[in-house]
């Protein structure tokens, strides 16, 4: 009877006392076992880039369509930068950037009015043979792999490229800002492409510069964009 009531004590103290180290637990410092590092970082107050906080999300993905767009930071302008791309232009070429001559051929339309992708440039200029349509995978690397005689005008930024290595379908598709002005760009495109056959054309409100050598044809069109940038979209096949 004895070790009966002995066993009974002990099951209705048993959740008094857990009960009571509960409450013991619960009322502890929980910031007792906390690295005072941390504790120092999580108590300083939430600090934000103003540069960021100012940015308006709603046109941060990827310019020109294609798939699996992305935030991208805004490209830089002004004098400085505008003197800086104009100084790599001139150590690439070796000196000053020599003019490009007047457009030998004039369309009142350019080829690339209704095309916003990659894919749409590449289609709408048919470089290379139809059975290349829809070949092109997109991704930044593209604009490395463009040969350097036709790479963006220097600091330039990127905004879409797209490009297929496939056999006979080799292509190149390209679309960039700089914030140099576009008389500018198409003189050092032309001077940078003269040994591949460079040619000027204006094709309404584009300027052009096209060529082509042996099996392998290019095509770089710039217009003025918003904000002051020159839009630039370099388009190529078989190199």
């Known amino acids: 009877m004895r070790q009966a009531l002995v066993t009974v004590a002990i099951a209705c103290g048993l959740p008094l006392v857990l009960a009571a180290c509960a409450d ?3 009322k502890a410092d929980p910031r007792a076992d906390r690295d005072p590092a ?4 999580l108590a300083d107050p939430l600090m934000s880039d103003p540069d960021l906080v100012s940015q308006n999300d709603g046109g941060a993905a990827l310019s020109g369509g294609g798939p699996a767009s992305g935030e991208v930071p805004r490209p830089k302008q002004g004098p400085e930068e505008i003197a800086a791309a104009r100084a790599a232009a001139e150590a690439l070429l070796g000196g000053k950037v020599p003019p490009a001559p007047a457009p030998r051929v004039i369309l009142s339309e350019s080829r690339l009015v209704a095309a916003f992708t990659p894919q749409a440039m590449a289609d709408a200029l048919a470089l290379a043979p139809a059975t290349c349509k829809q070949k092109l995978a997109y991704g930044f690397g593209w604009a490395a792999a463009l040969p350097g005689e036709l790479a963006p005008y220097p600091r ?3 905004r879409v490229a797209a490009g297929s290595d496939a056999v006979g379908c080799k292509q190149r598709a390209v679309s960039y800002l700089t914030p140099v002005p576009v008389g500018e760009v198409i003189d050092f495109h032309y001077a940078r492409a003269a040994k591949l056959g460079a040619e000027r054309r204006r ?14 044809r290019f095509v770089i069109y710039a217009r003025p964009a918003a904000e002051g940038f020159t839009q630039v979209e370099v388009v190529t096949s078989g190199f």
């Open 24 to 26: 013991k637990a619960d």
């Open 38 to 41: 941390v504790s120092a970082a």
């Open 156 to 158: 330039g930024h990127v």
């Open 203 to 216: 094709e309404g409100g584009d300027e052009v510069v096209s060529g082509s050598k042996d099996a392998q």
